[in-house]
């Protein structure tokens, strides 16, 4: 009976070897227990042990093997689509876990992938969790993913690191301002997805509409592989529309899969959803456009195939349904997973071989290369620091030197161990393709690894802006522990930032929104006993330049000796920051005829940074200017580095002046739901905080509202919010871009920036 209820949730292909192992545990008390113990081990070791000696220019055929039967994955989404919910039921059903906990469950247990206390109170994912499970003969990594935007770096890293991903989206909310984040995220990693609509029990759903919202909001083309059968609370099963099956969950916690007829009512609904596959899948694909062409019916292992070769070019997402919490649909996702997602081998990665100019170079995905990875994620545990690494290619073993790129060290792999969210296992080693961790090791997020017998570098992660400050303070100025604190979340987060500010000598925290840092100082409170004042939030304004404007500055300075000389000349002028988003500003060398010798260009180029560094208006960085410098003069012997870059500093910040400064604030995209009762107030409120409507939509009784607002006048929305619509609203924020702001603001915030510098004073 056991044996056949792991049968039911494993999937033949993890049958076989969960009954060895019970066959031989009924050998004897003592010796049955160990060597079920063994045997286990060994079983679950299997995927990550090597098995035979490679040949140097072939790969070995049971790593071919491993790798076909190997997936590495995300779940990514808006927050509160159910992506832990999701997450949760893949590991019931794999066997990894043997209870279902929910993220808000009445045990105050908490989800498997929610291992933080403070995750568990707030009902939220803060970090990425990583874990691995087994689905018939193919093994996955998994990593579950936050959806709030504050958090978004962990699906930046994430996403980085993985070959496919599961898009979940909720039945009745849909596409929504994270969401798009995330598909952009996607499509910067060029990561194929399988977009799995949630919540099919919810009042409101429909999963027509979000397909819509999919292929308009998210340009991608998508169709339906599931029809579902009922929905909100009569919600059964669905349709697949390849097989012409109804599939129903049922027995325990859904674990038992039964395939029945079509329901009559919904044959139509079928064949007519079967046939908007076909005809989208023929705008994408060459041999299915020439079946629809020649009006031939494809066979469904035409329109299995048609599929994966869509997905992973990423022309097309596949669309399934069901509802994680009432234990409906998972299996189906989890054999999408398998057949429609690439293996490792399926997806191209490239690394820059640094002996030879950073030409680029195909990474090949098999263990008997040389060894490549990347660390993705640090995490500071009980054992010291934990560092998630991607094996691309080649083989990890424990007690071998592996090669950090960026310092040039060779570090000892010490310890190995694979992750199932916050306990591990010790493994002996790790193939290509694979996700791990090390103990021990010095690095950052992005650094790369190798063996030592090639000098390349895999490209690292884009790491957004911070947009959002807060002055901090402990309350024990003695504490050890602050600065420590502060130093650990510094490696773990490449979008927190600390610094100490040059006038008030205040510590200064960054990040990407007020529940960011709210999170850190609670975890400093936590974790490291350190009770802070926080300041008022500050937001990370910018200055920039709206016209050309010329310079022509001399430092001259004598004190007894050799003085002081530098000439520039030139001119500033505006460039777009959001075209220039990587670096946002340029410097360009136009001299000739050697009047400002090369020797202290450098130093010029350096005096323009400096300059960029703090604005003479508020005190914020620069943005989106280009300084040409066209001419100069120099002095045989007075002329220095530092006399040309101190003439360049002082050049630009003349030019700024005179170039109509403005200043820039980071504006938002906020999406709001409300019930439709309370929509003019809610339109209202954000009116009165200088928010500009840029979409509203109703659904059922709610009614979605899209609006950019300014950052700095969202402070204490949340509360605001609550009180209009008698807690039933709720809103999400992400940033959109920087953009002027109004005359009078700038004037103030100048005064007030003027009155703060003569204060201190």
């Given at each position: 009976?056991?044996?056949?209820?792991?049968?039911?949730?494993?999937?033949?292909?993890?049958?076989?070897?969960?009954?060895?192992?019970?066959?031989?545990?009924?050998?004897?008390?003592?010796?049955?227990?160990?060597?079920?113990?063994?045997?286990?081990?060994?079983?679950?070791?299997?995927?990550?042990?090597?098995?035979?000696?490679?040949?140097?220019?072939?790969?070995?055929?049971?790593?071919?093997?491993?790798?076909?039967?190997?997936?590495?994955?995300?779940?990514?989404?808006?927050?509160?689509?159910?992506?832990?919910?999701?997450?949760?039921?893949?590991?019931?059903?794999?066997?990894?876990?043997?209870?279902?906990?929910?993220?808000?469950?009445?045990?105050?247990?908490?989800?498997?992938?929610?291992?933080?206390?403070?995750?568990?109170?707030?009902?939220?994912?803060?970090?990425?969790?990583?874990?691995?499970?087994?689905?018939?003969?193919?093994?996955?990594?998994?990593?579950?993913?936050?959806?709030?935007?504050?958090?978004?770096?962990?699906?930046?890293?994430?996403?980085?690191?993985?070959?496919?991903?599961?898009?979940?989206?909720?039945?009745?909310?849909?596409?929504?301002?994270?969401?798009?984040?995330?598909?952009?995220?996607?499509?910067?990693?060029?990561?194929?997805?399988?977009?799995?609509?949630?919540?099919?029990?919810?009042?409101?759903?429909?999963?027509?509409?979000?397909?819509?919202?999919?292929?308009?909001?998210?340009?991608?083309?998508?169709?339906?592989?599931?029809?579902?059968?009922?929905?909100?609370?009569?919600?059964?099963?669905?349709?697949?529309?390849?097989?012409?099956?109804?599939?129903?969950?049922?027995?325990?916690?859904?674990?038992?899969?039964?395939?029945?007829?079509?329901?009559?009512?919904?044959?139509?609904?079928?064949?007519?959803?079967?046939?908007?596959?076909?005809?989208?899948?023929?705008?994408?694909?060459?041999?299915?456009?020439?079946?629809?062409?020649?009006?031939?019916?494809?066979?469904?292992?035409?329109?299995?195939?048609?599929?994966?070769?869509?997905?992973?070019?990423?022309?097309?997402?596949?669309?399934?349904?069901?509802?994680?919490?009432?234990?409906?649909?998972?299996?189906?996702?989890?054999?999408?997973?398998?057949?429609?997602?690439?293996?490792?081998?399926?997806?191209?990665?490239?690394?820059?071989?640094?002996?030879?100019?950073?030409?680029?170079?195909?990474?090949?995905?098999?263990?008997?290369?040389?060894?490549?990875?990347?660390?993705?994620?640090?995490?500071?545990?009980?054992?010291?620091?934990?560092?998630?690494?991607?094996?691309?290619?080649?083989?990890?073993?424990?007690?071998?030197?592996?090669?950090?790129?960026?310092?040039?060290?060779?570090?000892?792999?010490?310890?190995?161990?694979?992750?199932?969210?916050?306990?591990?296992?010790?493994?002996?080693?790790?193939?290509?393709?694979?996700?791990?961790?090390?103990?021990?090791?010095?690095?950052?997020?992005?650094?790369?690894?190798?063996?030592?017998?090639?000098?390349?570098?895999?490209?690292?992660?884009?790491?957004?802006?911070?947009?959002?400050?807060?002055?901090?303070?402990?309350?024990?100025?003695?504490?050890?522990?602050?600065?420590k604190a502060l130093n650990r979340f510094q490696r773990e987060d490449p979008t927190f930032r600390v610094h100490v500010d040059s006038e008030s000598k205040q510590t200064i925290i960054s990040g990407m929104g007020e529940l960011h840092l709210d999170i850190y100082v609670e975890r400093m409170r936590r974790e490291y006993n350190v009770d802070c004042v926080t300041g008022k939030p500050q937001v990370a304004f910018?200055?920039?330049?709206?016209?050309?404007?010329?310079?022509?500055?001399?430092?001259?300075?004598?004190?007894?000796?050799?003085?002081?000389?530098?000439?520039?000349?030139?001119?500033?002028?505006?460039?777009?920051?959001?075209?220039?988003?990587?670096?946002?500003?340029?410097?360009?060398?136009?001299?000739?005829?050697?009047?400002?010798?090369?020797?202290?260009?450098?130093?010029?180029?350096?005096?323009?940074?400096?300059?960029?560094?703090?604005?003479?208006?508020?005190?914020?960085?620069?943005?989106?200017?280009?300084?040409?410098?066209?001419?100069?003069?120099?002095?045989?012997?007075?002329?220095?580095?530092?006399?040309?870059?101190?003439?360049?500093?002082?050049?630009f910040r003349e030019a700024m002046k005179a170039s109509a400064p403005r200043i820039l604030e980071p504006v938002m995209t906020v999406e709001i739901s409300v019930p439709v009762e309370f929509q003019g107030n809610v339109l209202g409120s954000l009116n009165k905080r200088k928010g500009i409507i840029m979409d509203t939509e109703t659904q059922e009784d709610y009614c979605v509202i899209v609006a950019e607002v300014?950052?700095?006048?969202?402070?204490?929305?949340?509360?605001?919010?609550?009180?209009?619509?008698?807690?039933?609203?709720?809103?999400?924020?992400?940033?959109?871009?920087?953009?002027?702001?109004?005359?009078?603001?700038?004037?103030?915030?100048?005064?007030?920036?003027?009155?703060?510098?003569?204060?201190?004073?």
């Amino acid at each position: 009976m056991a044996a056949r209820l792991l049968f039911s949730r494993l999937g033949a292909g993890a049958y076989t070897a969960k009954t060895t192992v019970s066959m031989f545990s009924s050998v004897g008390a003592t010796a049955g227990t160990s060597t079920q113990t063994s045997l286990t081990a060994a079983l679950l070791n299997k995927r990550w042990s090597s098995t035979a000696q490679h040949v140097a220019d072939e790969p070995d055929a049971n790593d071919i093997r491993r790798l076909d039967k190997l997936r590495n994955i995300g779940i990514s989404a808006h927050i509160d689509s159910g992506k832990t919910t999701v997450t949760e039921r893949i590991l019931y059903y794999t066997g990894r876990i043997n209870e279902i906990h929910e993220v808000r469950g009445k045990d105050n247990v908490g989800a498997t992938m929610d291992w933080m206390d403070l995750e568990r109170e707030k009902g939220i994912t803060i970090q990425s969790a990583a874990t691995y499970a087994q689905w018939g003969e193919t093994n996955l990594n998994i990593i579950d993913t936050p959806g709030h935007v504050d958090f978004t770096i962990e699906v930046e890293r994430a996403l980085r690191v993985l070959d496919g991903a599961v898009l979940v989206l909720c039945s009745v909310s849909g596409v929504q301002s994270q969401t798009i984040t995330v598909d952009r995220q996607m499509r910067r990693y060029n990561v194929p997805r399988i977009s799995f609509i949630n919540k099919m029990d919810r009042a409101g759903a429909n999963p027509k509409r979000i397909i819509e919202q999919i292929r308009g909001k998210l340009k991608m083309p998508a169709a339906a592989l599931q029809v579902p059968i009922g929905a909100e609370d009569e919600f059964q099963g669905v349709i697949d529309v390849v097989t012409r099956k109804a599939v129903y969950n049922r027995g325990v916690r859904g674990g038992d899969v039964v395939f029945e007829d079509i329901p009559e009512h919904l044959v139509e609904a079928a064949n007519n959803a079967r046939n908007e596959l076909f005809a989208t899948l023929a705008d994408v694909d060459d041999e299915m456009g020439e079946l629809f062409i020649e009006e031939t019916q494809p066979t469904d292992d035409q329109l299995y195939a048609a599929i994966r070769r869509a997905t992973i070019a990423r022309k097309f997402t596949p669309v399934l349904m069901g509802s994680a919490i009432k234990d409906k649909g998972i299996q189906s996702l989890l054999d999408a997973v398998v057949r429609y997602l690439p293996k490792s081998t399926e997806v191209k990665n490239t690394m820059l071989d640094i002996d030879n100019n950073e030409a680029v170079v195909d990474i090949v995905p098999y263990s008997h290369k040389p060894f490549v990875g990347l660390a993705f994620k640090l995490e500071e545990g009980k054992y010291g620091q934990l560092t998630y690494i991607r094996v691309y290619q080649g083989r990890l073993e424990k007690g071998q030197f592996a090669y950090h790129v960026k310092s040039g060290k060779r570090v000892k792999i010490s310890r190995l161990v694979r992750m199932h969210s916050n306990s591990m296992e010790d493994v002996d080693s790790i193939g290509a393709g694979e996700i791990c961790a090390l103990f021990g090791i010095d690095c950052a997020s992005g650094d790369t690894f190798t063996d030592g017998t090639i000098n390349s570098s895999m490209s690292t992660m884009f790491v957004p802006d911070p947009v959002i400050s807060l002055s901090l303070t402990p309350k024990d100025k003695n504490s050890s522990n602050f600065s420590k604190a502060l130093n650990r979340f510094q490696r773990e987060d490449p979008t927190f930032r600390v610094h100490v500010d040059s006038e008030s000598k205040q510590t200064i925290i960054s990040g990407m929104g007020e529940l960011h840092l709210d999170i850190y100082v609670e975890r400093m409170r936590r974790e490291y006993n350190v009770d802070c004042v926080t300041g008022k939030p500050q937001v990370a304004f910018r200055e920039t330049s709206t016209r050309r404007a010329e310079f022509n500055y001399t430092h001259k300075k004598q004190s007894g000796g050799a003085g002081q000389f530098g000439r520039v000349a030139g001119y500033i002028e505006p460039i777009d920051p959001e075209e220039h988003a990587e670096q946002p500003f340029e410097f360009v060398n136009n001299v000739v005829g050697g009047n400002i010798p090369t020797q202290y260009m450098a130093a010029c180029e350096k005096g323009y940074m400096d300059g960029l560094s703090e604005g003479f208006m508020v005190g914020h960085p620069i943005v989106g200017v280009r300084m040409v410098l066209k001419d100069g003069a120099a002095h045989s012997v007075d002329s220095s580095e530092l006399a040309f870059r101190t003439a360049t500093y002082h050049a630009f910040r003349e030019a700024m002046k005179a170039s109509a400064p403005r200043i820039l604030e980071p504006v938002m995209t906020v999406e709001i739901s409300v019930p439709v009762e309370f929509q003019g107030n809610v339109l209202g409120s954000l009116n009165k905080r200088k928010g500009i409507i840029m979409d509203t939509e109703t659904q059922e009784d709610y009614c979605v509202i899209v609006a950019e607002v300014p950052l700095n006048n969202m402070f204490g929305y949340s509360t605001e919010l609550r009180s209009a619509t008698q807690g039933k609203g709720e809103f999400s924020m992400e940033y959109k871009r920087h953009s002027p702001v109004l005359q009078n603001v700038q004037e103030d915030l100048i005064k007030e920036y003027q009155k703060k510098q003569s204060g201190e004073k």
